[in-house]
C-alpha cells in the first residue's frame, strides 16, 4: 500500500484541526441557528429569578439579558456580552426555580471570568501544537517515512484537541465555583445547581452502557458526577442550603413550563403530559397553547376562560385570551382582553405590540390613531421587535404617513440585518422628513450604518 500524497494528510491533518477550532464556534452558533422565543411572562419570570444573583456578581440586573431559545435540548451558553441564552428544553427539564438559578449562576461565572474572549488562548496553544505535529509530519514525509509522518500528524491533532478540551474544563469548573459564591451572596441555596447536575449524570448514562466508558479527558466540561462531587462541600456548608425558595417563584415557574410545553410540544404529547384530569392553572395553560397549535380555538378559548374566571386580571391569561381571539380571526373581540392586558402588566412591550397589531387588523379606520400611539410607546421601550416595527410601519401608512411608515420600515429591516433594503428605506423617509428632526436624525443614522454594514461585506 503506497502512502497517501501529502496534500491528502495536510488535508485530515486540517479537518482534525476544525474539530478542535468548531468548539470555539458553537458557542455563538446556537443563537443564529435557532429561534429566539420572546414572551413577556418568561421574560419577567427569568428577570426576577436572576436579579438578586446578576448583583451578587457585581453586575447590573438591567443591563444583562437572560435569552430563550427555542431549543428541545438541555443547554445554555453565553456568546458574548452581558447576555445568558437558555434552551427551552432546560426549563422543561427542570424541577424548580432553585435549579434555573443554579445555572444562570454558572453562565454568570462564565461571564465576569471573561470566557468568551479567554477561550481564544486555549485555541491558540492547541493551534501551535497542531501546526508543529504538520511541520514534523511534513518533514517525516519528505525523508520517505509515509507512516511515521501520519503517526506524528494524528497524534498532533490529538494532543491539540485534548490542550483546547482541557481549557475548557479548566473554565467551566471556574464558573462553577464563581457560581457557588453568587449563590451564597444572593442568600439562595446551591441546591438546585447539585440537583441539575444529577439530572445531567444520568443524561449522560442514557448514552453510554456504562459511566467508565466516557473519557473524561475528552469532554467539553467536566463530568456531572465530578462536578456533583467538587462542589458538594461547598454546596453543604453554605448557612443557605436548607433556605428554601420563594413558594411564589415556583408558582411562576410551572406556569412558565407548562405554556413552554403547550408551545413548543407536538400538541399530543402536550395533552398527555397535561391530561383533562388535572385542572390545575398551569394545566389550563399548556392545554390553551396545545389546542390552540393543534388548530382547535374553541377549545383553546374554553381552557383560557376558565384561567379569566379564576383570575380575572391576570395580564398574562388576558394576554393568551387576546393572542388567541386575534388568531383566530377575531381582532375585535381580542381588543377587550387585550387592552386588560396592557394595563396590568404596566405597559409590557410585547403585550403593546400585541395590542397593536390587533387595532391594525380591525381595518377600522377609527383604531388606527391608538394603534400607532400604542405601537410607538412598545418600540420606544422594546426597540428589539421588527414585527412590532412591521405592525407600525402597517398603522403609519393607512394613517397616510408615508415618510415614518418608511422609517418603522427601515428599523425592521436593520434589525433582521437587511442593510440593503434598510439604507433604501432609511433614504426613502429621508427625501421626506424635514431635515435636522429626531425622525432625520435616526434614518440618517440607519442609512450610515447600513452602508457601512455592506461596505465591510464588499471588502
Keep these: 500500500m503506497r502512502p497517501a500524497p501529502l496534500s491528502l494528510l495536510l488535508r485530515r491533518a486540517a479537518r482534525a484541526l476544525l474539530v478542535a477550532a468548531l468548539a470555539l464556534t458553537m458557542t455563538a452558533q446556537p443563537v443564529m441557528a435557532q429561534s429566539i422565543l420572546r414572551d413577556a411572562e418568561t421574560e419577567a419570570y427569568l428577570h426576577e429569578i436572576a436579579a438578586p444573583i446578576i448583583a451578587a456578581a457585581g453586575l447590573q440586573p438591567n443591563q444583562l439579558d437572560i435569552i430563550l431559545i427555542g431549543d428541545k435540548s438541555i443547554n445554555a451558553f453565553v456568546a458574548g456580552g452581558q447576555a445568558v441564552y437558555i434552551h427551552s428544553g432546560l426549563i422543561e427539564a427542570a424541577d424548580n426555580s432553585n435549579e434555573i438559578q443554579g445555572v444562570i449562576a454558572h ?65 467551566e469548573a471556574s464558573a462553577d465555583a464563581a457560581a457557588i459564591g453568587f449563590l451564597d451572596r ?40 465530578d462536578r456533583e462531587a467538587a462542589l458538594s462541600a461547598d454546596v453543604l456548608k453554605s448557612p443557605n442550603y436548607n433556605k428554601k425558595t420563594d413558594p411564589a417563584l415556583d408558582v411562576k415557574f410551572k406556569r412558565i413550563k407548562a405554556k413552554l410545553i403547550g408551545f413548543m410540544d407536538d400538541p399530543t404529547t402536550a395533552l398527555r403530559k397535561y391530561p383533562e384530569t388535572d385542572q390545575s392553572p398551569s394545566a389550563h395553560y399548556a392545554r390553551a397553547y396545545a389546542w390552540h397549535r393543534g388548530a382547535y380555538p374553541d377549545k ?113 429591516y436593520a434589525l433582521i440585518g437587511d442593510n440593503r433594503q434598510a439604507m433604501a428605506s432609511a433614504e426613502a423617509a429621508m427625501a421626506r422628513i424635514p431635515r435636522g428632526t429626531p425622525d432625520y436624525l435616526r434614518a440618517e443614522d440607519i442609512a450610515l450604518a447600513a452602508r457601512g454594514a455592506a461596505s465591510d461585506r464588499r471588502k
Design 107 to 171: 453562565e454568570l461565572g462564565h461571564i465576569t471570568g471573561g470566557h468568551v474572549i479567554t477561550s481564544g488562548q486555549g485555541a491558540k496553544a492547541a493551534t501551535g501544537i497542531s501546526l508543529l505535529s504538520l511541520l514534523l509530519g511534513a518533514a517525516a514525509m519528505a525523508a520517505g517515512a509515509g507512516e511515521a509522518a501520519m503517526g506524528v500528524m494524528m497524534a498532533g491533532q490529538q494532543a491539540a484537541l485534548g490542550k483546547f478540551l482541557a481549557f475548557n474544563r479548566v473554565q
Design 300 to 412: 383553546a378559548i374554553e381552557e383560557v376562560d376558565k384561567l379569566v374566571a379564576s383570575a380575572p386580571n391576570d395580564p398574562y391569561f388576558r394576554e393568551l385570551q387576546g393572542q388567541i381571539l386575534l388568531e383566530s380571526g377575531k381582532p375585535k373581540e381580542a381588543l377587550a382582553p387585550l387592552r386588560i392586558a396592557v394595563r396590568g402588566s404596566r405597559g409590557t412591550p410585547l403585550i403593546a405590540s400585541l395590542l397593536g397589531h390587533a387595532l391594525v387588523a380591525t381595518e377600522d379606520p377609527a383604531n388606527l390613531a391608538e394603534a400607532r400611539d400604542v405601537l410607538k410607546v412598545a418600540v420606544a421601550r422594546d426597540r428589539d421587535n421588527p414585527f412590532a416595527w412591521y405592525t407600525l410601519g402597517m398603522a403609519y401608512a393607512r394613517l397616510g404617513d408615508e415618510p415614518r411608515a418608511q422609517l418603522a420600515t427601515a428599523e425592521r
Design 186 to 225: 444572593a442568600g439562595i441555596s446551591g441546591k438546585g445547581m447539585l440537583s441539575f447536575f444529577l439530572k445531567m449524570r444520568k443524561e449522560e448514562y442514557r448514552y453510554i452502557s456504562s459511566y467508565s466508558e466516557i473519557d473524561p479527558f475528552m469532554q467539553t466540561h467536566p463530568l456531572s458526577g
